[in-house]
Each structure stands twice: as structure tokens, then as C-alpha cells.
């Protein structure tokens, strides 16, 4: 399927594919269930566990950091590693003190489930729902929707959207016409800002996916001898791209998480 259509592996389908054949027909796919006319998609099941995953990471180590002075374990240890350093080293210097601390269960919610959602790609008969461009744009919007709130929270409605734009030294008579005008600009800033959120976190899961399929897709598509030289260099290709794979899905959780904080941080602190 590779060579035939690469983009296969990384587009949304009504099945799952099955890591090795099972059932007396020797099934490869499981077709996922239609409810009321509503079809249930693969990146629908992905978001559902990467969800599931962050769940059980967050709630079993806040309840263990409550009932601890000290964590103990190497897995509580590490979560709470990440933990501190998105809220010391990301939301409090993008946002400001302490007042950043209420907006920490947004961004480690949002850091895990971009982290999980990136990593369930790399095992057999999975993907990653983050090269889904509807995926992303939600998440955007998700945290479009915490940029509105903390600055209407801060501000008001109206301050909110005073403080879009900056002061400019101009005489007064100058100001009613460049005022209006730096609005429009700042709103379609703020809403360009976003939709480069979605397109960044999207864009980079989606390409490293396509690459991998098409380096597998030389196998099939190698014929005779060449295949005894193929097979073995798409191999190697593949391993060695999915260590970076593995890279990049932390680095655009990082990368998405330090963003949010950005936003949030200027809608909170007026020009």
C-alpha cells in the first residue's frame, strides 16, 4: 500500500490497522463503528487514548506529590521533572510569577496529550492524530479560548480588546484614524497567531509520517535485485528518521506548550 499511496499511513479512515493478522480470515483492519449515522475514525480512537495516557499520568502523580513531601520512583520522579520545568522554566517566565500557576493545568494538559498523540505513531497500527490539520485547529482553538478568558478575566471584554492594541505616539486627530485601523491588524494578528499553531504542530508530524511511508514504500516498490539493496538501505533510513521522530514529538509538545504560554502571557499583560 506504501508504494502505491504513501498518504495512506497518515490520512483519517474508518478502520484501524492491526499490527499482525488475527481472526480465522487473517484480518488486517478493524472497522470502526458507525453511532446514528456518526462514523467513528481512527484519529477519533488516537485522541481517545493520547487523553486516556495523559490521565493516567497526571492524576496518579498529583495525588502523589500531595501525599508526599519527597517523590519517590523513577517514574514520578521524571513526570515531576517535566512538571516543574514547564511551570518554572515556560509558564511563569511567559507569563509572569505566580499568576502563571492557574494556567498549569492547561499547559500540562496540553503538553501530555500533544506528547502522547505525537508518540502513538511511532507503534505498529497506530498514528499520530497531530498530523491531522482538524486535530491541530482544535487545539488551537483550545488555546485561543484561554487567551480570551485570561484577558477578559484581567481586563474585561472591552479591555481585552483595548489592549490589542499598543499605544502610539501620534496627535490625537491622527490617532482616530490609525486607532481603528491597528485594530483590524491586531485581531488578525491574534487569529494568525493561532492558525500557525495548528499549521506548525500539523505540519511537522505530518511531513516526518509521509517521509517514513515513502522510504518503507521503496521496499515494495523495489523489484529483483534491487530489492536485496533497497530493503536493507529504507531500513536503516527508517530507524534512524524515527529516533528523530521521537525527538520532534517532544520537541513540538515543548514548542506548542511555550507558545500557549507567549499568548496567554500578552493577552494578561497589557501593551
Known amino acids: 500500500m506504501a508504494a502505491h499511496d504513501p498518504l495512506a499511513h497518515v490520512v483519517d479512515h474508518p478502520t484501524l490497522e492491526l499490527p499482525w493478522p488475527v481472526g480465522p480470515t487473517y484480518q488486517l483492519e478493524l472497522h470502526l463503528p458507525n453511532i446514528l449515522g456518526f462514523q467513528i475514525t481512527r ?153 500557525v499553531l495548528a499549521v506548525r504542530l500539523f505540519a511537522n508530524m505530518f511531513a516526518g509520517h509521509v517521509v517514513l511511508a515513502v522510504i518503507l514504500g521503496f521496499i515494495v516498490a523495489a523489484q529483483g535485485w534491487l530489492f536485496y539493496l533497497v530493503a536493507p538501505a529504507s531500513v536503516a533510513g527508517v530507524v534512524a528518521l524515527s529516533l528523530l521522530e521521537l525527538f520532534v514529538a517532544f520537541l513540538q509538545a515543548y514548542v506548542f506548550t511555550f507558545l500557549s504560554a507567549i499568548f496567554i502571557g500578552s493577552a494578561v499583560h497589557s501593551h
Request: charged share 10%.
Open 43 to 195: 484519529f477519533m480512537v488516537m485522541e481517545l487514548i493520547a487523553a486516556g495516557l495523559a490521565l493516567a499520568v497526571l492524576i496518579p502523580t498529583v495525588r502523589h506529590m500531595r501525599r508526599n513531601a519527597v517523590t519517590k520512583g523513577g517514574f514520578f520522579n521524571a513526570i515531576e521533572a517535566i512538571l516543574l520545568f514547564i511551570r518554572d522554566q515556560v509558564a511563569r517566565p511567559a507569563i509572569g510569577g505566580h499568576g502563571a500557576d492557574k494556567f498549569l493545568p492547561y499547559l500540562w494538559t496540553a503538553f501530555f496529550f500533544v506528547l502522547f498523540s505525537n508518540l502513538l505513531g511511532m507503534f505498529p497500527g497506530f498514528a499520530s492524530s497531530t498530523g491531522n490539520i482538524n486535530v491541530t485547529a482544535v487545539l488551537a482553538l483550545s488555546t485561543l479560548g484561554v487567551v480570551a478568558w485570561a484577558g477578559i478575566q484581567e481586563y474585561g471584554v472591552a479591555g481585552f480588546f483595548k489592549n490589542l492594541v499598543p499605544h502610539v505616539d501620534v496627535p490625537k486627530p491622527l490617532n482616530y484614524f490609525f486607532w481603528p485601523l491597528m485594530f483590524v491588524i491586531e485581531l488578525m494578528g491574534l487569529l494568525i497567531k493561532h492558525l
